[in-house]
């Protein structure tokens, strides 16, 4: 089973399927938009799915790593770059709409808002953490930066999941509305949990290297 | 010899310069149907305000619910001039979290509220307290129609044609006593058709409050209806308050108790919220939301997905007839 499992992820129709499928909210959105399907209120509908959307692809990134040791699936690596820059299609797009739609592209509109209103600040954060991860995605930059380097700095990735949540969880605080910020809490937290763990127990096994940052 | 001139008066039109009445009065019709868009474009809506000015209704009744027949309203500023919203639109996209939070919750799950037999209660400082049932208070006073704009707290608006009278004919059919400062607002909360009561996100029921000089107020209705028709569950039926110069949740849906007071109650955005949501939360493009600005709003079905949001106008727009209710109030303050 597992066998046939990495062999059909190493197949060469899977990266192309898969990559139609993470396209398929975006020309999802367009078409809605087009033929007017998004209710009384699209700019917010597309605002809001843009975000989702960012949510649900950080989720499938972060998934990747644990699913690909725990289920035995190495085949699973290959899509963690394409994942990655998904999450932050998404984000931009998600970014794209509220200063088009909410801001009409005021720039300082935009500068007044980021400071004014708390979530807009960890969202907008959030984005500009992602943007190095996204620049340096290619293989020279990896081999530029140096395995070591480049992994420390897509570290960040755990952070702006954390960053994701606050800036849903505010969004929501208003309506006191926390039921599907606590699913996406919970995923992510047991993603992020499950690497805690590991590296927590990778330095109980190798005590010499305690100084160095293992998470 | 006799010479006909212009200058005498006998001179009668030939028949052939007569409009035929079929025709004349068929003008109406052929405005209802440009209005309706078969002319489309730039005319329609030049040909829509005609039609409004010319014909009772202010808008196409969307033939869902029961007709209710009014009268435009002769209340100033209480028809806008402004393009109706799209009855789909005012009925599919709307805030009333007893029966979800989300915008389309309410259009989706309101069908379980049962909205007859209905009373509303009068209690509190008034020479006539007791219980009034729907049928009394449809018969009051006449109804109007009144086309108002509509300004969420959230940044969107729109315009809808209520119908209704203004709320002070039944406060003064109740008498209220000279100490009556308020006017507290109940509406309903009923755990067993609305599926929201019992979430933490307000406290139940849900009360708005006026002081008695803003519930006295002409412009301050009491609505049975809106599109010549009854209300839509979702949008508060069967009676309801709009009070078209504050955010729309000072607007109490399904109201089955009103009560006069001499302090001021406790609202319920207010009790949640209190430094976001004031008492009186006056439509006001000066102060901000906390958590954002009010200074711009979305027309909902109007402004395209790439206009810039439009301007959100002092007390709504309704500056002129309002304004003097806060006289010397700082509004900052007192937002």
């Known amino acids: 089973m597992r066998v046939v499992l990495n062999q059909r992820l190493s197949s060469k129709f899977a990266k192309p399927l898969a990559f139609a499928l993470a396209l398929l909210p975006f020309v999802w959105l367009v078409t809605a938009a087009a033929l007017d399907w998004l209710g009384a209120n699209p700019a917010e509908a597309l ?47 998600h970014l794209l709409a509220y200063s088009w739609f909410d801001m009409g592209f ?13 979530f807009i600040l960890v969202g907008f954060t959030a984005i500009v953490l992602l943007t190095p991860l996204a620049l340096t995605s290619f293989n020279r930059a990896i081999r530029a930066l140096g395995g070591r380097q480049w992994q420390l700095l897509h570290r960040l990735v755990y952070m702006v999941a954390v960053l994701a949540i606050v800036h849903f969880f505010w969004m929501r605080a208003g309506k006191h509305n926390f039921a599907e910020v606590a699913v996406y809490a919970a995923i992510l937290g047991s993603l992020l949990g499950w690497r805690v763990a590991k590296a927590i127990k990778k330095k109980a096994s190798q005590p010499s290297s305690m100084l160095r940052s293992q998470l | 010899m006799l010479i006909k001139t212009q200058g005498n008066g ?26 309706t868009g078969v002319a489309g474009g730039a005319m329609a809506a030049w040909a829509s305000r005609q039609a ?38 005012a009925s599919s996209y709307n805030n009333f979290y007893e029966f979800g939070t989300d915008k389309a919750d309410p259009a989706a799950n ?26 009394e208070l449809l018969k009051l006073s006449a109804m109007e129609e009144r086309l108002y704009r509509l300004r969420c707290v959230e940044g969107w608006s729109m315009v809808i044609p209520w119908v209704g009278y203004s709320l002070a004919d039944l406060i003064r059919h109740v008498e209220p006593l000279g100490n009556a400062k308020y006017v507290e607002f109940v509406t309903l909360a009923d755990p067993k058709t609305m599926p929201f009561v019992g979430s933490r996100v307000l406290d139940w029921p849900y009360v708005e409050a006026l002081r008695l000089d803003e519930a006295l107020h002409p412009l301050t209705l009491l609505a049975f209806g ?12 069967p009676v309801r308050l709009v009070v078209p110069w504050k955010y729309g949740f000072k607007s109490g849906k ?27 939360s006056n439509v006001n493009p000066n102060v901000d939301h906390p958590r954002w600005s ?23 727009g309704y500056e002129a007839q309002v304004g003097q209710l806060y006289a010397g109030m700082d509004l900052k303050k007192l937002f």
């Open chain 2, 52 to 89: 409004l000015a010319q014909t009772p209704g202010l808008v196409q009744r969307p033939g869902k619910l029961a007709t209710l027949n009014a009268k435009p309203s002769m209340v100033a500023g209480a028809t806008t001039v402004e393009k109706p919203t799209a009855y789909k639109d």
């Open chain 1, 47 to 93: 605002e809001r799915s843009t975000g989702d959307w960012t949510l649900r692809m950080l989720c499938v990134v972060l998934a990747i790593t644990p699913l690909r040791t725990m289920a035995g699936l190495p085949a699973l690596a290959r899509f963690r770059r394409m994942a990655g820059l998904f999450v932050y299609f998404y984000a931009v797009l």
């Open chain 2, 10 to 35: 006998f001179n009668h039109p030939v028949t052939s310069e007569i409009t035929d009445r079929a025709h004349y009065e068929g003008r109406r019709d052929i405005l209802k149907l440009m209005a």
């Open chain 2, 254 to 280: 399904s109201i089955v108790k009103i009560r006069f007071t001499d302090k001021q109650p406790a609202t319920a955005w207010n009790k949640a919220a209190a430094n976001e949501y004031g008492f009186y």
């Open chain 2, 110 to 135: 309101a069908h379980t509220l049962k909205t007859s037999p209905w009373t509303v209660e009068i209690e509190g400082l008034v020479k006539k307290p007791g219980k009034l049932g729907l049928e």
């Open chain 2, 294 to 316: 009010q200074a711009t709003e979305r027309r909902i079905g109007e402004d395209g997905l790439f206009a810039k949001k439009r301007k959100t106008l002092m007390f709504n």
């Open chain 1, 106 to 118: 005021d720039l300082a509109d935009i500068a007044k808002d980021i400071v004014k209103r708390p």
């Open chain 2, 226 to 237: 809106m599109y010549g028709e009854v209300l839509p569950n979702q949008s508060g039926a």
